[in-house]
């Protein structure tokens, strides 16, 4: 996508019904721009976070005169949930009781709160236990679709499961054997159902990228939903969107005899794992509201 279509929609995408609403009138595939739309208000939150918080005390006023939680959440243009795990935080419920809350509405200490929290709720896309669970099915399907497409063109891999406890830090896939594309040669492939904007991309090649050269030597990233025109990867990581990368094929070559061992998993061309159960929300965005988002 070019800079400036990307920044057109990243400045479009307010609220979620903007993202129905140019869903339909722009035929952007709604996934998408969901996904942008998540950028742009996650960044915001976590930038404005303890500037909100720093007000929770005269917020929680203002609600304890009448006024509700998700009014005073859309009046700060701030993520609901994120406004009432401070708000309940602020009226004394003890830290492990907020998010449960949100998990259970029925465990909220009066009718009122149950009533609010059930509001937050519905009104969060994203930091809702629903919203997480969408994030994290979002990523499950990338990482299936990267396992079909090696499963496909036979190629031998073990998953971050596999390796767990084995390395600091550890891809989607660790291949096998190296396989060729356009003459590199690749030894591990991350799987990223997000798009990538420049802010994103700095993010992960900090994090996760520039880790897996320095420990396995060259790989790729695919970004499904695409990433943003002109965008550089570092030395040793190839960089491609989803259609791309699954109109591929590599150049698998034998497997070499007399490999170590350990360097292979058990089966040469590896099924998916089944969906684990999901992770309990919560922890992934701060838990209770102590801390700032992602």
Do not use: C
């Not at 990523?139 to 079909?148: D, V």
């Not at 594309?181 to 798009?195: D, L, M, T, V, Y």
């Amino acid at each position: 996508m070019d800079r400036a279509t990307y920044q057109r929609l990243y400045d479009a995408l307010g609220t979620y019904e903007d993202v129905h609403r140019i869903a339909h009138e722009g035929h952007w595939d709604e996934e998408l721009l969901f996904v942008i739309h998540t950028h742009r208000i996650t960044r915001d939150a976590t930038r404005r976070f303890y500037v909100v918080k720093r007000q929770i005390g005269r917020l929680a006023a203002q609600w304890r005169h009448g006024r509700s939680m998700l009014d005073i959440a859309r009046e700060w243009r701030f993520p609901p949930v994120l406004l009432g795990q401070q708000m309940l935080g602020e009226l004394g419920i003890p830290r492990k009781k907020v998010w449960g809350a949100f998990l259970h509405p029925e465990s909220a200490p009066d009718a009122r709160i149950r009533r609010e929290v059930e509001a937050l709720l519905a009104a969060d896309p994203i930091y809702s236990p629903q919203g997480m669970e969408r994030q994290r099915e979002r990523g499950r399907q990338g990482e299936e679709r990267l396992q079909r497409w090696l499963e496909k063109h036979g190629v031998g891999y073990r998953t971050e499961k596999d390796l767990r406890g084995k390395f600091s830090k550890t891809p989607d896939a660790l291949l096998d054997e190296p396989i060729i594309f356009f003459g590199q040669k690749i030894r591990w492939i991350e799987s990223k159902a997000n798009f990538g904007d420049d802010v994103e991309m700095r993010k992960n090649l900090k994090r996760q990228l520039g880790p897996y050269t320095e420990l396995f030597g060259e790989g790729v990233v695919v970004y499904w939903y695409g990433y943003v025109e002109g965008a550089e990867s570092p030395p040793g990581i190839l960089l491609y969107d989803g259609e791309t990368f699954e109109s591929i094929t590599p150049v698998v070559p034998p497997r070499r005899a007399g490999a170590p061992a350990e360097l292979h998993s058990r089966d040469h061309a590896r099924r998916p794992h089944p969906a684990s159960p999901p992770s309990a929300p919560g922890s992934a965005h701060g838990g209770s509201g102590a801390g700032p988002p992602p």
